[in-house]
């Protein structure tokens, strides 16, 4: 029988108190659980802690930083590893995601060229989602976040697929 994996159990606990709105409680436990794991801990947890981190920061420069340390964290995660704690996950799916929000957050921040390439790269990975609820929010975000681009510099977009 596997160890149980106590690091995910205290961050899926973290995360319930995300979803149930307490955010200062979440931030504070994932706080505590950074500062045990990083910067050596093990990749896929700080990959996961990271990712739900940046959702719970007011500055969009905080979330930024975090949305970075998930991206830098999943370059190290095997599918393995991630098959350790699901063995339906792969990490290739977590990168629509990850792009995704860092595409958010340059957007947030201005650096609109900045959000166009980790737009294009959540795009890029879109294959490795499932046809599933949470695949289907992924491909929505981001093209909801890709026609708010083209509706702020539709020429920029436009000049971006004439060099395609």
């Known amino acids: 029988m596997p160890t149980e994996d106590m690091t995910m159990k205290r961050i899926e606990e973290a995360m319930v108190l995300q979803h149930a709105g307490d955010s200062s409680g979440a931030r504070q436990r994932f706080a505590e ?3 045990e794991i990083a910067p050596d801990g093990d990749p896929f947890h700080r990959c996961v802690l990271a990712h739900y981190m940046a959702d719970l920061q007011p500055d969009p420069q ?4 975090w ?4 991206l830098d964290a999943a370059a190290s995660v095997t599918d393995e590893r991630a098959k ?15 792009h995704l929000n860092l595409a958010a957050d340059f957007h947030k921040l201005g650096d609109t060229t900045q959000a166009r390439t980790h737009l294009t790269q959540a795009q890029e990975h879109l294959d490795a989602l499932d046809d599933d609820g949470y695949g289907q929010g992924i491909r ?5 976040l890709a026609g708010r681009l083209t509706e702020e510099d539709p020429m920029t977009s436009a000049n971006e697929e004439a060099s395609n």
């Open 33 to 35: 659980i950074w500062e």
């Open 62 to 65: 905080d979330e930024l930083d």
């Open 67 to 70: 949305d970075l340390r998930a």
């Open 84 to 98: 350790q704690h699901d063995s339906a996950l792969a990490i290739r799916g977590f990168y629509p995601s990850l």
């Open 140 to 144: 929505s975000a981001i093209q909801r």
